[in-house]
């Protein structure tokens, strides 16, 4: 049995059918960031409104190197029939993959299955996926893992922001306190010695030893983007 997912873990590699045809995970990924985002079933109301909600900020997640691709346990011709429901409803224009995963193949490699809601099954009495979304870097590290129940819809905002989080910070050796969104104040590393600190950042100030909040500069906010 493979060892549970955890950030930093590195994201497992896979071949699958798609919505857009076969792909190869790290290919399709190539030196891109990724979004890998499951949903229970196709043609199901709280997935048709994330897919279409993240097809409307494809550009936003594409400014920030980002790739996304979804996951279904149905087959590449279901999706595609379901995709032209999700665009009729949301008015959006589709056209990330959609992983078909019908054997959960994907899904148990990325600990995806509902182990909570015992009658979240198909026809066969086999588990349907939970909605997790993983954050992958370039590296093809696990960055970011987040799991809803089936009721519950996405925020498609908080993965943007936990992006611009994770880009800022690996750039420019800064993490970001609650609720943080570009332009807002972050917080320097605790390996930054204060000496460093004057240079890199010589606008922070000590709140207490321990935080010490700065402002980047807009150049730098805006780079962290690229």
Known sequence: ???????????????????????DFYEFLGDSWGVLFSHPDDFTPVCTTE?????????????RNVKLIG??????????AWI?????????????????????????????????DA????????????RSVFIIDPKKNVRLILAYPASTGRNTAE???VIDSLQTGDKHRVTTPINWTPGDDVIVHPSVT????????PKFRTIKPYLRLT???ADKKFSARL
């Open 119 to 130: 009658s979240n099954v198909d026809d066969k009495g086999v588990a349907f996926t939970i």
């Open 51 to 63: 897919l279409g909600a993240f097809a409307k900020l494809e550009p936003e997640f594409a400014k």
């Open 1 to 23: 049995m493979s060892s549970p997912l955890r950030l930093g873990s590195k994201a497992p590699n896979f071949q699958a059918d798609t919505s857009n045809g076969p792909i």
């Open 215 to 217: 402002p980047l500069d």
């Open 159 to 161: 993965v943007l922001r």
């Open 84 to 116: 032209q429901d999700i665009d009729e409803v949301t008015g959006s224009k589709l056209s990330f993959p959609i992983i078909a995963d019908p054997e959960r193949k994907v899904a148990a490699a990325y600990d995806m299955i509902d182990h909570q």
């Open 194 to 201: 204060n000496d460093e600190a004057k240079t890199l950042f």
């Open 71 to 80: 996951l279904s346990a149905n087959g590449t011709e279901s999706h595609k």
